[in-house]
């Protein structure tokens, strides 16, 4: 069964004050890892898709990168506007398309 | 559309009704999921389309839990005698196909009393 793991929970971080956001990940046969974000009240925002061991992607001041086992979202100098729950989901190898999603981060960002 | 849209927004029911959650897909994507969202729980698979093929049911939670695509397109999601513990988010998302990142909708809230 695939599994995925984030941590932390919560996390409170300083407007500027850098921080990495983990998820791991039990699945056999990765086809990608995904990264969303979800404001509250609104659907998951599609960030990042990661499909190999190594593979790293930036968007403004987020990066996402994968090891086999596990990937980092790193926040760098983060604003109050980045505040939000940060989700990732594994796709499995031919499966339908479903995707298996952790519990998610809650970031908050103190100006 | 410019976007997934789901409607109603929210809808609050007595356990024991049925009730129908719509989905409008982006326009030209072939793949369509159904996602639930319960309160501090990781969002779950129930149901995808793709183009005319037969959908993969494997998440639907019980055969309370029907789902129709009509047309390719727009999406409805049944839930028959409403228990309580479906009281959840309920997220449509579509694709543009079989390897492209989903897009959500802002989900249906619904509330069972």
């Known amino acids: 069964e695939d599994q995925v793991t984030q941590s932390p929970e919560a996390l409170r971080l300083q407007e500027g004050e850098s921080s990495s956001l983990n998820c791991s990940y039990t699945?056999?046969?990765?086809?990608?890892l995904f990264w969303y974000r979800q404001d509250p009240g609104k659907g998951p925002e599609f960030l990042f898709t990661?499909?190999?061991a190594g593979e790293e992607k930036e968007k403004e001041r987020l990066k996402a990168t994968l090891t086999k086992k596990e990937s980092f979202l790193h926040i760098t100098a983060p604003k109050p506007e980045d505040s939000a729950t940060y989700l990732c989901?594994?796709?499995?190898?031919?499966?339908?398309?479903?995707?298996?999603f952790g519990s998610g981060t809650q970031l908050t960002v103190l100006p | 559309g410019a976007g997934v849209s789901q409607s109603p927004s929210n809808k609050v029911t007595e356990k024991g009704k049925d009730v129908e959650l719509r989905c409008d897909p982006i326009?030209?994507?072939?793949?369509l999921y159904w996602y639930r969202q319960s309160l501090g729980q990781g969002l779950e698979f129930l149901i995808y389309?793709?183009?005319?093929?037969?959908?993969?049911k494997s998440g639907l939670p019980s055969d309370r839990f029907s789902a129709e695509r009509t047309g390719g397109s727009v999406s409805t999601l049944t839930i028959q005698r409403t228990q309580q513990e479906d009281s959840a988010v309920y997220l449509c998302?579509?694709?543009?196909?079989?390897?492209?990142?989903?897009?959500f909708g802002q989900g249906t809230r619904l509330t069972v009393v």
């Open positions: 326009s030209g994507h072939t793949a």
């Open positions: 389309f793709q183009g005319n093929s037969a959908p993969d």
């Open positions: 990661l499909y190999s």
């Open positions: 699945v056999s046969g990765l086809r990608g």
């Open positions: 998302a579509s694709s543009h196909d079989r390897v492209s990142e989903a897009f």
């Open positions: 989901a594994v796709e499995r190898s031919g499966s339908a398309r479903q995707l298996t």
